[in-house]
């Protein structure tokens, strides 16, 4: 149990990656603050980890929003007594032609994904830095930061400034002992694994497409107390995708 007696923070806890997070951290002695704007799912997180004998603890908050930031990283700290670890999971996205897109959804996308970034690593670093340990952030980009497919521009930007963000915070907050890295997830099923077709899993060169846990696994490396040398880096988790030429036939 890598991570027992530390805390850690997931937005966007309720599903998909950040569930497969929140239960990840659980299962490695974690206590863990669970947050996102669906409180009736949240509560059930948090009551079947409960069950199962883990430490959770849910707020809502609207990643979006400075005041439910401050109030997460209050809440945190009060309920397990330390910040060690913050995986920023939560984000929107919006599938649009640029010709449609409005400046009121461009500014959500940005302000949800990436803005949010900073916030929760601003708050959470006001108490990581009077911690003997420091502690880590993971910020959660995409391979889209780095390829795109029609109408994804406001999604794409937003996670482009995340990489950027990472290392800029890794250098400013790394005097204070807080590593920051990031990872870019691939193709990571969150629905029905098993309704994927075998062209599905073999596009790509490792041969099936992600899971939640494959980045459960990245986060637990780069939030792993020993890996003090790790920060500022980005980590992509795609099964080799982006680094397989494609040409049609």
């Known amino acids: 149990m890598k991570f027992k007696n530390m805390t850690v923070v997931i937005t966007g806890a309720v599903k998909g990656i950040g569930l497969g997070l929140a239960h990840g951290y659980a299962a490695e002695g974690a206590k863990v ?7 009736d799912e949240g509560r059930q997180v948090e009551q079947a980890l409960l069950q199962d004998g883990f430490s959770a603890f849910f707020t809502t908050c609207d990643v979006r929003k400075e005041e439910d930031v401050v109030h997460l990283m209050k809440f945190a700290y009060e309920k397990t007594g330390s910040i060690d670890m913050v995986i920023n999971n939560a984000g929107v996205s919006r599938w649009k032609s640029p010709y449609e897109l409005t400046l009121n959804e461009w500014d959500d996308v940005l302000n949800s994904n990436a803005r949010s970034c900073f916030l929760v690593s601003r708050e959470a670093a006001k108490y990581m830095r009077n911690a003997e340990n420091g502690g880590s952030i993971v910020n959660l980009s995409s391979t889209r930061s780095v390829m795109s497919e029609p109408n994804s521009e406001a999604y794409a930007a937003s996670k482009g400034a995340i990489v950027s963000l990472t290392h800029a915070l890794a250098v400013s907050l790394g005097p204070d002992g807080i590593r920051v890295n990031c990872i870019s997830p691939g193709w990571i099923e969150t629905g029905q694994y098993d309704e994927l077709t075998e062209r599905d899993h073999a596009q790509h060169p490792a041969g099936r497409v992600g899971r939640p846990d494959d980045i459960a696994r990245a986060c637990f ?11 500022g880096s980005h980590l992509v988790v795609d099964g080799g995708m982006t680094r397989k030429m494609i040409y049609e036939e």
Do not use: G, M
């Open 33 to 39: 603050v669970l947050s996102d704007r669906e409180e």
């Open 221 to 231: 490396y780069l939030t792993d107390p020993e890996n003090t040398f790790v920060t």
